[in-house]
């Protein structure tokens, strides 16, 4: 029950649900997103290569995401369980993960599917700060930090991302929807998804989430 995929547009909350579900049920949040930023950050081959398509905003290519999601999977921890957040976004990485989770003897549970409007995405994305340091997540209006511009867990300082600004967002958003949006359906056939909605604070979203689980969790049982 604990194979889990995160799925909704940039900003939707994939990345703060998935620390939340991660700690409820004692398994790893895997993030292409950060693993990719941490190359970028360690200046790596593979992050000098996938850095200027981040910084415009649109997918980096399949070969490089799969590298270090594959490497990820392979961890004894994700054994467990893990909650996938950022990949698959294309129909080809979907068929890439099966791929790779047969080869593990593991399959996808369940796709967690967020839906948030378009004008709360802006609203999320234009006061998210994030630690340059250790990669913590904030918003200047739902989740501040307790000293302005610095970091509550490392004292390291608060930057907005290269790809929150408004121009940048704006093809995310693009891409999310001819991209990744057919991935969605490649799930909806498999019956793997649970539409869930994204809007309200942080807490309401999490329990909304944990009641769907639980309630297939429930369902298997009988
Ligand atoms: P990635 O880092 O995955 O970005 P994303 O999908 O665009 O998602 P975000 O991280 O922007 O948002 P999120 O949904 O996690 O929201 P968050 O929880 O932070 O990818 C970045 C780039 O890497 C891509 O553009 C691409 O180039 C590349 N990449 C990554 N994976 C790839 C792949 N598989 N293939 C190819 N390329 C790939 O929340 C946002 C804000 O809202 C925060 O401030 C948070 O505090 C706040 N917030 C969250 N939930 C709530 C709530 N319920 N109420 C109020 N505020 C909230």
Redesign the pocket.
């Known amino acids: 029950m604990k194979h889990l995929i995160?799925f909704?547009?940039?900003?939707?909350?994939?990345?703060?649900?998935?620390?939340e579900v991660g700690r409820v049920y004692g398994i790893p949040h895997i993030?292409?997103?950060?693993?990719?930023?941490e190359h970028v950050s360690k200046k790596t081959t593979l992050g000098m290569k996938?850095k200027k398509?981040?910084d415009?905003?649109?997918?980096?290519?399949?070969e490089?995401?799969n590298e270090i999601?594959e490497d990820a999977l392979s961890r004894e921890e994700c054994r467990r369980g893990f909650i996938l957040?950022?990949?698959?976004?294309?129909v080809a990485?979907a068929e890439e993960l099966e791929r790779i989770l047969s080869k593990l003897g593991l399959h996808i549970d369940w796709v967690i599917n967020?839906n948030?409007s378009e004008d709360?995405?802006v609203k999320?994305?234009s006061?998210?700060?994030?630690c340059k340091v250790c990669g913590a997540?904030?918003?200047?209006?739902?989740?501040p930090p307790k000293a302005e511009g610095v970091c509550d867990r490392c004292g390291g300082a608060l930057i907005l991302?290269e790809?929150?600004k408004p121009e940048v967002v704006r093809t995310?958003l693009q891409?999310?929807v001819k991209m990744s949006a057919p991935v969605l359906n490649y799930y909806v056939a498999k019956n793997k998804v649970l539409d869930i909605d994204?809007?309200?604070?942080?807490a309401?979203?999490?329990a909304r989430v944990l009641r769907a689980l639980e309630e297939k969790s429930v369902a298997k049982q009988h």
């Open positions: 995160i909704g547009p940039p900003g939707s909350g994939k990345g703060t649900v998935s620390e993030s292409t997103g950060d693993l990719l930023r996938a398509y981040m415009r905003g649109e997918l980096v290519p399949d490089l995401v999601l957040d950022g990949y698959p976004r294309t990485q967020l948030v709360e995405i999320r994305l006061t998210r700060r994030v997540v904030y918003n200047l209006v739902t989740n991302r790809d929150d995310r891409t999310y994204g809007s309200g604070d942080v309401t979203v999490r």
